[in-house]
């Protein structure tokens, strides 16, 4: 592939995102998500870094340092893209999209392992049960990138000169829901 992020062009809504994946079995729920989260992060990643067209097919390409999910979350922190707790719950995420894809046994959100995993979620928490939080958190995340993707030019401050950041963006970002779109049913 000549340009790493040409499969990533179109935009999603959230309305797409969110029809998508709920209308999935468990492990679908949990592969597409992943997926769809991935490829938001790695399009607010490649806006907020200065890259020419060959040293980003470098980071983002085959045998590139962001080429996985687990590197880009990482590298997402290291730019302050996202704070501390956004980014153990993204690792969340990643691992339990990771069990889904690479099990061939029946496998659901009742997964105690998965279970586990999605209780140590730090942003969302007892949102519906696993399947609920895996969703809610991967949703929420989806919705900040679309943000980071649309207006590339939003920065947050960088972590490192407040130590109590992760703290307060943590806080603001619980206490943050969705809005419903004027005019949109109550389902």
């Not at 809504?13 to 029809?19: A, D, K, P, R």
């Not at 990482?74 to 691992?95: N, Q, S, T, Y």
């Amino acid at each position: 592939m000549s340009d790493p992020l040409s499969a990533i062009k179109t935009k999603f809504t959230m309305e797409e995102i969110l029809s998508e994946v709920t209308s999935q079995s468990d492990r679908g729920a949990a592969i597409i998500g992943g997926a769809i989260l991935e490829e938001l992060l790695t399009v607010a990643l490649a806006h907020r870094l200065i890259l020419d067209p060959v040293v980003q097919k470098r980071v983002f390409g085959t045998g590139g340092f962001c080429e996985t999910f687990a590197s880009k979350i990482d590298l997402a922190l290291a730019v302050g893209l996202m704070p501390f707790d956004a980014h153990h719950d993204l690792h969340i995420i990643r691992k339990v999209r990771n069990k889904f894809a690479h099990s061939i046994d029946p496998l659901t959100f009742e997964d105690q392992q998965i279970k586990d995993w999605l209780n140590n979620l730090r942003i969302t928490k007892g949102a519906g049960g696993p399947r609920g939080q895996y969703l809610l958190t991967m949703t929420r995340h989806a919705s900040v990138f679309i943000v980071f993707s649309t207006y590339k030019n939003l920065r947050l401050n960088p972590a490192v000169s407040d130590p109590d950041f992760p703290a307060h963006f943590s806080h603001e970002f619980r206490d943050w829901e969705p809005r419903a779109e004027p005019g949109a049913g109550s389902d």
